[in-house]
T-cell receptor
Framework: DTAVSQTPKYLVTQMGNDKSIKCEQN?????MYWYKQDSKKFLKIMFS???????INETVPNRFSPKSPDKAHLNLHINSLELGDSAVYFC?????????????FGPGTRLTVT | QKEVEQDPGPLSVPEGAIVSLNCTYS??????FMWYRQYSRKGPELLMY????GNKEDGRFTAQVDKSSKYISLFIRDSQPSDSATYLC???????????FGTGTQLKVEL
């Protein structure tokens, strides 16, 4: 029973294309995140939504646009893909109650831009 | 300079060894300290969590935080081949859920 799921798992596309990655969590959490992990394994937050409201928006090109249709879903749309966007993108979720510390991560989407 | 520094390794140890993984950080506002384990081609999973300074033990794993030195450690006793993974330290301040991660240390435990 998958807690945080992402689709697709692999995405290979050409420069200039537009693509979307979807994320769903069935944990009843109210906060969801998108992270980017580069080839050196460095994991960096991109966005965070709490109850469909954007609360963290790091310095990310505006070609990246997150959308949260409801608390259980957070999608990431990327316009005009560039070579440097190649990375693994992780979705995560957490419960924003008291000392919420555990973020549950999805399996990742490996994006390759050629 | 990154807010959180971590030696990327790789670190290779024989089975049964004691492993020490470390992170240093510069932001004195960090209060919550975590260690995540990430197997190859998987998402990170929370291993240990510590609030402020002190030690925390869970089975073969011990997490230590020294806020005065801005230094955190994860010790793995009696290491097993199944411990082979990348270990990421993460930390956050008192408000909000934003985690700042280290670059991860790749550990290989060999038979």
């Amino acid at each position: 029973d998958t807690a945080v799921s992402q689709t697709p798992k692999y995405l290979v596309t050409q420069m200039g294309n537009d693509k979307s990655i979807k994320c769903e969590q069935n944990l009843g959490h109210d906060t969801m995140y998108w992270y980017k992990q580069d080839s050196k394994k460095f994991l960096k937050i991109m966005f965070s939504y709490n109850n469909k409201e954007l609360i963290i928006n790091e310095t990310v090109p505006n070609r990246f646009s997150p959308k949260s249709p409801d608390k259980a879903h957070l999608n990431l749309h990327i316009n005009s893909l560039e070579l440097g966007d190649s990375a693994v993108y992780f979705c995560a979720s957490s419960l924003d109650r008291g000392i919420s510390y555990e973020q549950y991560f999805g399996p990742g989407t490996r994006l390759t831009v050629t | 300079q990154k807010e959180v520094e971590q030696d990327p390794g790789p670190l290779s140890v024989p089975e049964g060894a004691i492993v020490s993984l470390n992170c240093t950080y510069s932001n004195s506002a960090f209060q919550y300290f975590m260690w995540y384990r990430q197997y190859s081609r998987k998402g990170p999973e929370l291993l240990m969590y510590t609030y402020s300074s002190g030690n925390k033990e869970d089975g073969r794993f011990t997490a230590q935080v020294d806020k005065s030195s801005k230094y955190i450690s994860l010790f793995i006793r009696d290491s097993q081949p199944s411990d082979s993974a990348t270990y990421l330290c993460a930390m956050r301040g008192g408000g909000g859920n934003k985690l700042t991660f280290g670059t991860g240390t790749q550990l290989k435990v060999e038979l």
